[in-house]
């Protein structure tokens, strides 16, 4: 009997830890979506909600809602996996080097965002 005990312990103390985890994602995400509503509210334009715990989607999310010219963007990234997006009609692979440098692969080799965004986005 304490051995049943002892093992419902261990699996509620388990279940309990993964109910915390999805309430602080959770409100993480109710947080995320009331910044979103406000900056909408006043006017400006926040156009990519990044995928949480993804470190690429988040990164490459924070470029382009701070990209300058993203009002010209006619195409837009759109998450398939982790580092694999479509835009527009290309599947595009995704990377982030240190820290920030977002990368996308094109052809053989890699280019930096910002020539991929100049390259691949018509102009108006």
Known sequence: MEKYIV???GKYEELQKEFENKL???RDKINDMQELLSEMEQGSQCIYIAHRPDKIDMTLGNFINK????KKMGIMFLRESEGVYQFGSKRVYVKVEKGEKI??????????????I???TPEE
């Not at 990209?67 to 993203?70: D, K, T």
């Open 7 to 9: 093992d419902n312990e």
């Open 24 to 26: 602080v994602w959770s």
């Open 67 to 70: 990209y300058p010219e993203r």
């Open 103 to 116: 990368l996308v692969r094109v052809g053989g080799g890699y280019m930096s965002i910002q020539e991929f």
């Open 118 to 120: 100049d390259k691949y």
